[in-house]
């Protein structure tokens, strides 16, 4: 089956630690995202990576750190100084990051819910 | 930075019933995209007009784009209660940049 793969489909944080989500994706897809959803609210958009190696800080990243050393896998931390983690976290991916609109498609993974003990 | 602002936040009809939900945005986009999100499911892309494109259909959904009015408009004909679910608008302000999601329309079809 192709597409992309979340795990685990539910943390927990203990105060102080750090968590990693895990995202992997095997559509050969150049870019990948992490959003953060919260309650009635849209997407915001955390990291993202274009190519492996790179990645740029999106709207909220504060708190969080990813890492792109593969193109399959995108992880994403968040660490003790994202002060409210609770969240449902979203992975996504596209083709590539060029300006063919019809590349800029994303592909989803069914999520994590991370929740704060 | 939310872009995109959807309208209803919510909207019960019953099946077979017409679906009509709005995206405003803000600022001049390349192109515009619908997607769905079943309740506690990632995201899944139904359809995407261009710039230049005003209507587009897929199936039993028609995408409206007006640029002058910076508003989009999505249509489910012939609702099923397999529709329920959210469904938000995305933009990219230029080529190649992260696209930006609106809060999302919350469509609720009873049987």
């Known amino acids: 089956d192709g597409g992309i793969t979340q795990s685990p489909k539910y943390l927990f944080r203990k105060e102080g630690q750090n968590v990693t989500l895990s995202c992997e994706q095997n559509?050969?897809?150049?870019?990948m995202y992490w959003y953060r959803q919260d309650p009635g609210q849209g997407l915001r958009l955390i990291y993202y990576?274009?190519?492996?190696?790179?990645?740029q800080k999106g709207d909220i990243a504060e708190g969080y750190s990813v890492s792109r050393e593969k193109k399959e896998s995108f992880p994403l931390t968040v660490t003790s100084a994202q002060k409210n983690p609770t969240a449902f976290y979203l992975c996504?991916?596209?083709?590539?990051?060029?300006?063919?609109?019809?590349?800029?498609?994303?592909?989803f993974g069914a999520g994590t819910r991370l929740s704060v003990l | 930075s939310q872009q995109g602002e959807e309208d209803p936040q919510a909207l019960s009809i019953q099946e077979g019933e017409n679906a009509t939900m709005n995206c405003s945005y803000k600022?001049?986009?390349?192109?515009l995209q619908w997607y769905r999100q079943n309740s506690g499911r990632g995201l899944v892309h139904l359809i995407l007009?261009?710039?230049?494109?005003r209507e587009k259909h897929s199936g039993r959904l028609r995408v409206t784009l007006d640029t002058s009015k910076k508003s989009s408009s999505l249509l489910i004909t012939a609702s099923r209660a397999a529709d329920t679910a959210s469904y938000f608008c995305?933009?990219?302000?230029?080529?190649?940049?992260?696209?930006?999601f609106g809060k999302g329309t919350t469509l609720s079809v009873s049987s």
């Open positions: 996504a991916s596209s083709i590539h990051w060029t300006g063919d609109l019809a590349k800029n498609i994303q592909y």
């Open positions: 559509l050969n897809h150049d870019a």
């Open positions: 990576s274009q190519i492996v190696n790179d990645f």
């Open positions: 600022t001049s986009i390349n192109n």
């Open positions: 007009i261009r710039s230049n494109e």
């Open positions: 995305a933009t990219d302000a230029q080529a190649g940049t992260a696209l930006i």
